[in-house]
């Protein structure tokens, strides 16, 4: 399973995901959606944190990896 992270904006029509996104995501197939909610608290500084950690945990993966996803 690949995951990929991107800024999306909620509005009366539903979610706009960027373009870049919607070009990696498969056709006619159903995806998994995991929605996550910014708190008041959250700052602009955590949020790039969050973002970088995802990035770099991401950037570490391998297709040697893909046996891990079998099991």
């Known amino acids: 399973m690949k995951a990929y992270e991107a800024i999306a904006k909620v509005t009366s ?3 706009e995901l ?3 996104v919607l070009q990696l995501l498969p056709s006619n197939q159903v995806v998994r959606v995991i929605v996550l909610v910014s708190e ?3 700052t602009l500084e955590q ?3 969050s973002r970088l950690t995802a990035e770099q945990f991401l950037a570490g993966y391998e297709q040697a990896d893909n046996i891990y996803d079998s099991i």
């Open 13 to 15: 029509e539903g979610i």
């Open 18 to 20: 960027p373009d870049s």
């Open 40 to 42: 008041q608290t959250d």
């Open 47 to 49: 949020v790039d944190w």
